[in-house]
């Protein structure tokens, strides 16, 4: 995701919080969230960091072009 190879503890940091949102978003969609170390809390958790990290890099993007 980062790809000027900087900021690697942001993007666990930024991740792990991803895995959390992903939890909330999917239990509040009536669908499994992570309840343990399984596959469908780890795709549960990807999807949740993936789409926190692309808002923030897109933020953080368009900051650093202004």
């Given at each position: 995701m980062n790809r000027t190879?900087?900021?690697l503890v942001r993007d666990i940091i930024l991740g792990v919080l991803g895995a959390v949102v992903g939890?909330?978003?999917?239990?509040?969609?009536?669908?499994?969230?992570v309840t343990g170390i399984n596959l469908t809390s780890?795709?549960?958790?990807a999807?949740?960091?993936i789409l926190i990290l692309v808002v923030?890099?897109?933020i953080r993007?368009?900051?650093?072009?202004?």
């Open positions: 190879d900087e900021g939890d909330a978003i999917f239990t509040e969609l009536g669908l499994v969230g780890i795709v549960v958790a999807i949740g960091a923030y890099h897109a993007g368009r900051r650093a072009a202004a």
